[in-house]
């Protein structure tokens, strides 16, 4: 595709199931980044990829979230027994290789967990 | 964490005055960015400046950048009712790790 797709564009669900979200970037992008933007606020790093390599998880905010990617290309973002504050925009975005110079960034995700 | 911190957080400004945001950050860096987004969804690249550059111009964009006292602004001349959305600034804190400040939300009135 031409630019970067995240799907579900929306996502309800119960407190306690999982969900899994996607982000499929653009083509011979090698960097990929999660960010999570609640209602009203900035944007919180959540992990990028270089690669299939996450370099850095740090900003994973418990052991419930989880990230992959395989192939270099579809990332999966995966929320375990989701909590009511997980609700929030799930925002993914994509760059070029070797440059961090430009964010494409995909529609997002907004998951509502009830 | 929050490496980016915009100033103001928002701003209503009669459309064909000039908008000035802030950006204050607390690394190193190698460039800034700064994004727009509208609707709360998917952001917009505007534009980048290097940490060696001083400002730098698009079309009605105009960025700064001082080091010395890690802070950017960004101005948006003759202001159009289009350009209401919230505008964020993104710094490298390292290679490939590009964290994103809370954002001003620019309203501008007809």
């Known amino acids: 595709g031409a630019g970067v797709s995240q799907s579900p564009s929306n996502k309800v669900t119960e407190k306690g199931k999982d969900v899994e979200l996607r982000c499929d970037p653009i083509s011979g992008h090698t960097a990929l980044y999660w960010y999570r933007q609640s209602l009203g606020q900035g944007l919180e790093f959540l992990i990028y990829?270089?690669?299939?390599?996450?370099?850095?998880k740090s900003g994973l905010p418990s052991d419930r979230f989880s990230a992959e990617r395989t192939g270099g290309s579809v990332s999966t973002l995966t929320i375990q027994r989701t909590q009511q504050e997980d609700s929030a925009v799930y925002l993914c975005a994509s760059s070029r290789p070797g440059s961090n110079e430009k964010l494409f960034f995909g529609s997002g995700t907004q998951l509502s967990v009830l | 964490s929050q490496q980016g911190e915009e100033d103001p957080q928002a701003l209503s400004i009669q459309e064909g005055e000039n908008a000035t945001m802030n950006c204050s950050y607390k690394?190193?860096?190698?460039?800034l960015q700064w994004y727009r987004q509208n609707s709360g969804r998917g952001l917009v690249h505007l534009i980048l400046i290097r940490s060696n550059e001083r400002e730098k111009h698009s079309g009605r964009l105009r960025v700064t950048l001082d080091t010395s006292k890690k802070s950017s602004s960004l101005l948006i001349t003759a202001s159009r009712a289009a350009d209401t959305a919230s505008y964020f600034c993104?710094?490298?804190?390292?290679?490939?790790?590009?964290?994103f400040g809370k954002g001003t939300r620019l309203h501008i009135l007809p």
């Open positions: 990829f270089q690669g299939n390599s996450a370099p850095d």
């Open positions: 993104a710094t490298d804190v390292r290679r490939d790790k590009i964290i």
């Open positions: 690394t190193s860096i190698n460039n």
